[in-house]
């Protein structure tokens, strides 16, 4: 089985407007997706966002939707923090890394680059039976409706 991840909650391409909104989040975890999020730790306080910390959520929010969440450490902060955590919330870091491998050891994996049955590809566009063609975990896209209605 396939996991289907939405990239910071968008479901039928980028919309910066909802991206990485915990409502957003919340909405498409309902939906029955799992959700990438880009987290941020600033003075001792969490924040979602992409470039930059904008949604102030809550470590008890995270482990609300713990088991639907994949959290890109987006700071050293962020990263450490969730480091000493429990270890039941599912985070990595990543920058330029071909590949990088979570907390709970699957592969990030950008696109382009060669996967693995354990892998979670980052596929941004939209490419019809990519998911016919390719023997992997997950996939982690901007278009995740169109993926998931693939199978």
């Known amino acids: 089985m396939i996991a289907f991840i939405s990239h910071r909650g968008n479901l039928k391409g980028k919309d910066l407007n909802l991206e990485n909104s915990p409502q957003q989040i919340e909405k498409v975890i309902k939906k029955g997706y799992e959700c990438e999020t880009d987290l941020w730790l600033v003075k001792n306080e969490l924040f979602l966002g992409h470039d930059n910390p904008e949604y102030k959520v809550t470590i008890d929010w995270l ?73 992997l975990f997950g996939i982690c896209s901007d278009y995740i409706e169109s993926y998931k209605g693939e199978i």
């Not at 985070?91 to 950008?110: A, E, G, P, Q, V």
């Open 63 to 135: 482990h609300e939707f713990k088991d639907k969440l994949w959290i890109h450490t987006k700071n050293f902060e962020a990263l450490n923090f969730l480091s000493k955590s429990n270890g039941d919330l599912h985070y990595f870091w990543h920058n330029l890394d071909d590949y990088t491998l979570t907390s709970k050891n699957y592969i990030w994996t950008f696109p382009e680059k060669y996967i693995s049955k354990n892998s979670v590809i980052v596929k941004l566009d939209y490419e019809e039976n990519y998911l016919m063609k390719n023997n």
